[in-house]
């Protein structure tokens, strides 16, 4: 969902004639889809860690849980850096691109609340 609103974004930016746009809001939503699979991975990493060490007195957490938990926002200010310094897109259109998780974290719920029930294994 979150690539699907960049990309409406992206294309009316482009059928507005704002190239930089299009391409600075895409590159956002981009961005913003590896933030939510790195702390979705990351969580993940460590919910198992915690789960298989669950007798243990001193337990031991991957190091790549912590990399995308802790440096994915260093991560992600590097990577808008660069796209600005290089691409020229505008920093705004990137921050807003970045924004495309609320409306497709809203649209998930919307959706899940107005399925019919169904059991959940």
Do not use: D, H
Request: charge should be positive; charged fraction near 10%; aromatic fraction near 12%.
């Amino acid at each position: 969902m979150i690539l699907f609103f960049g990309a409406v974004a992206g294309a009316s930016a482009a059928v507005l004639r704002q190239p930089l746009w299009a391409g600075g809001l895409m590159a956002g939503a981009i961005l913003a889809w590896f933030n939510f699979r790195w702390l979705r991975e990351g969580m993940n990493a460590l919910a198992e860690a915690s789960q298989a060490q669950a007798g243990v007195a001193r337990s031991r957490v991957p190091i790549g849980a912590y990399f995308r938990v802790l440096f994915r926002y260093a991560l992600i200010a590097v990577t808008v850096y660069v796209i600005f310094e290089v691409l020229k897109f505008p920093l705004a259109s990137m921050v807003v691109g970045l924004c495309a998780l609320g409306p497709a974290a809203i649209s998930a719920s919307v959706y899940e609340i107005a399925r019919p029930a169904t059991v959940r294994k």
